[in-house]
């Protein structure tokens, strides 16, 4: 799996978007970006995937830049509640191992 | 539909015992996975399964035991547990693109 980087903290004001962001500089053809993230001391949780397109779910929008280098998680109006650590993994689906780096610890501030 | 679910939740052992962990899942899922989280790291995977009857190893396998004799249930065991296993286990089974967590078992070895 393709390795990435992430910035390792950052804060939004609450209600506001947090965009974060990601590089996968090496990814693969096939290979995939997933966002999971982990509030603190629950089970990861997946937020959102995507090959090439943008995608949009209920939960957040991913951008990936043209050539495939880097992506960008967007959470559109940031809650309290998305405080946690959000994790971007590059991967093939059905590939066996999740690589979970060090992630961005988000903060979310009233 | 409980999704993944784990017991015990909280155990401590003394150096030496052993003790399973169970994994449970009701989604008919494949694909199932152990993982552990140390203070301020992210998961580690170190046993994964494609299916009933199959194991594999994963990064840090050692010290610990699997087993997957029913497609819904996923053991890990340690044989003599060590305080360098002290840590958080999360299970986790998937589908073709979202890997479901459980809630963590905390484990503490003295």
């Known amino acids: 799996d393709a390795k990435t980087t992430q910035p390792p903290s950052m804060d939004c004001a609450e209600g506001r978007a947090a965009n974060l962001p990601c590089n996968h500089s090496?990814?693969?053809?096939?290979?995939?970006v997933y966002w999971y993230r982990q509030i603190h001391s629950q089970g990861p949780q997946y937020i959102i995937h995507g090959l090439k397109n943008n995608e949009t779910n209920e939960m957040a929008s991913l951008i990936i830049t043209e050539d495939r280098k880097s992506s960008t998680l967007i959470l559109p109006h940031a809650t309290l509640r998305d405080t946690a650590v959000y994790y971007c993994?590059?991967?093939?689906?059905?590939?066996?191992?999740?690589?979970f780096g060090a992630g961005t610890t988000v903060t979310v501030r009233a | 539909n409980a999704g993944v679910t784990q017991t015990p939740k909280f155990r401590v052992l003394k150096t030496g015992q052993s003790m399973t962990l169970l994994c449970a899942q009701d989604?008919?899922?494949?694909?199932m996975y152990w993982y552990r989280q140390d203070p301020g790291m992210g998961l580690r995977l170190i046993h994964y399964?494609?299916?009933?009857?199959?194991?594999a190893k994963g990064e840090v396998p050692d010290g610990y035991n699997v087993s997957r004799l029913k497609k819904q249930n996923f053991l890990l065991g340690l044989e003599s547990a060590a305080p360098s296993q002290t840590s958080v286990y999360f299970c986790?089974?998937?589908?073709?693109?979202?890997?479901?967590f459980g809630p963590g078992t905390r484990l503490t070895v003295l």
């Open positions: 986790a089974s998937t589908d073709y693109n979202e890997q479901f």
């Open positions: 993994i590059v991967r093939v689906p059905l590939a066996y191992k999740l690589s």
């Open positions: 399964s494609v299916g009933e009857g199959t194991t």
């Open positions: 090496t990814i693969s053809g096939n290979e995939y």
């Open positions: 989604m008919n899922h494949e694909y």
